[in-house]
Structure formats: structure tokens, C-alpha cells
């Protein structure tokens, strides 16, 4: 039930960059995995990016895969996500969420905690 806040979001032309930011206010940061996921207007939640508790696994959406890069940083209790080659279609809400135990990096149903959202919008 621990807040996550996520940051770093903007407007941004077409193959630009940003990166979001996700804290989080809980003192067992490192033991939970961390996900992105993403939502545009009339559209189903969307998997993007996740990355596990020590850090030495990553896993992608394929339409983000060679753009994207996710990384956390345990001591700040901060999970990132750099957003390279950004694209129109990469428009929508971006929202941290926080998992002790998965199945499955991609299933937003098995991650305990969420942020609250931040806008990410790519002009062409």
C-alpha cells in the first residue's frame, strides 16, 4: 500500500528523448520487482518495460525493444525508464508499478502497487 510517484513526463517531438522516474516511499524497495506499463485514451493497459529486484534481469515489450531502457537504482529507492527514438504511437500514460512475486513480467494483474500516472506526449 506504499505511494509510487512517478515523474519526468512531458511533451517531447517525434525521436526525442525523456526519462521517467518512479520513487518509492517504502523501505523494502529492492525486493520488489518494477514494472512500466502504459495506457493511451481508449486503449488497454499495455506492458512496456520491467526489470527485477537485483536488477540483472530486463524485459521489453517488443514495440519498445532498442529504444527503451529501464534501470533502478536500490540505494534511492528509484526505478527509471529512458525513452529514446520516442514516436507518436509511444503517446499515453506512463505508470510505475511495484510486484514482490511474478509469474509474468507482462501481467499488470500480479504487480501490488501503482503510481498515479504521468503524461507522455510525442509530437510528429
Known amino acids: 500500500q506504499v505511494q509510487l510517484v512517478e515523474s519526468g513526463g512531458g511533451l517531447v517531438q517525434a525521436g526525442g528523448s525523456l526519462r521517467l522516474s518512479c520513487a518509492d516511499a517504502?523501505?523494502?524497495?529492492?525486493?520488489?520487482?518494477m514494472g512500466w506499463f502504459r495506457q493511451a485514451p481508449g486503449k488497454e493497459r499495455e506492458f512496456v518495460a520491467a526489470?527485477?529486484?537485483?536488477?540483472?534481469?530486463?524485459y521489453y515489450a517488443d514495440s519498445v525493444k532498442g529504444r527503451f531502457t529501464i534501470s533502478r537504482d536500490n540505494a534511492k529507492n528509484t526505478v527509471y525508464l529512458q525513452m529514446n527514438s520516442l514516436k507518436p504511437e509511444d503517446t499515453a500514460v506512463y505508470f510505475c508499478a511495484a510486484a514482490r512475486t511474478l509469474r509474468f513480467f507482462s501481467n499488470p494483474d500480479e504487480y501490488d502497487r501503482w503510481g498515479q500516472g504521468t503524461q507522455v506526449t510525442v509530437s510528429s
Open positions: 526489470i527485477s529486484w537485483s536488477g540483472s534481469s530486463t
Open positions: 517504502g523501505r523494502t524497495f529492492s525486493i520488489y520487482t
